[in-house]
């Protein structure tokens, strides 16, 4: 048996879920900044060059979680 998603119903549902996934990505991001990865720490070091200078990594994992 193959698995079959469940699309939402509504906007709100919708809204919903995709709140809930850039939640997940951006504990991941904070996650993997902490352990300082490569393609993470330098992308966010871009961001804060190019156009966040005052970016903490809890705001670069914000923004780079949002849709």
Do not use: H
């Not at 919708?14 to 939640?23: D, G, N, S, V, Y």
């Not at 393609?39 to 060059?49: E, I, P, Y």
């Amino acid at each position: 048996m193959e698995w079959e998603p469940i699309p939402p119903r509504s906007a709100k549902e919708l809204a919903q879920l995709t709140a809930r996934l850039c939640r997940l990505l951006r504990d991941e991001v904070t996650e993997q900044l902490a352990l300082k990865s490569e393609a993470l720490t330098g992308l966010a070091a871009d961001w804060r060059k190019l156009l966040f200078p005052e970016a903490t990594d809890e705001k670069f994992a914000d923004g780079y979680a949002r849709p």
